[in-house]
Nanobody
Framework: QVQLVESGGGLVQAGGSLRLSCAASGSIIRINIMGWYRQAPGKQRELVARIPTGGTTNYADSSVKGRFTISRDNAKNTVYLQMNSLKPEDTAVYYC???????????????WGQGTQVTVSS
């Protein structure tokens, strides 16, 4: 059983910073792409950024480029999201996602974390 556990959310003033972490554990043979999504109240979940095992990171939301940085530590099966210069519009539940091959199936599957709340006050 694979689990993704997130941490690092909270309440911060506009202009502040937070660092989210997401650690994968369980039966893991290989982790492919990892990413962060967010869902604001009344809105659909949207991709924020993703990072492959090796290669170029991708920031899907242009509003976070230059403020957010995604990174990963493959030895720790962990992905991070450093968020700087936070704005009230960044308020959302942030979800970690990872495509993981666990060796129990013939294919890799997508797994999700439980979500962590990020609230930015003005």
């Amino acid at each position: 059983q694979v689990q993704l556990v997130e941490s690092g959310g909270g309440l911060v003033q506009a202009g502040g910073s937070l660092r989210l972490s997401c650690a994968a554990s369980g039966s893991i043979i290989r982790i492919n792409i990892m990413g962060w999504y967010r869902q604001a109240p009344g809105k659909q979940r949207e991709l924020v950024a993703r990072i492959p095992t090796g290669g170029t990171t991708n920031y899907a939301d242009s509003s976070v480029k230059g403020r957010f940085t995604i990174s990963r530590d493959n030895a720790k099966n962990t992905v991070y999201l450093q968020m700087n210069s936070l704005k009230p519009e960044d308020t959302a539940v942030y979800y970690c996602n990872a495509n993981i091959y666990d060796g129990l199936r013939y294919y890799a599957s997508d797994y999700w974390g439980q979500g962590t709340q990020v609230t930015v006050s003005s």
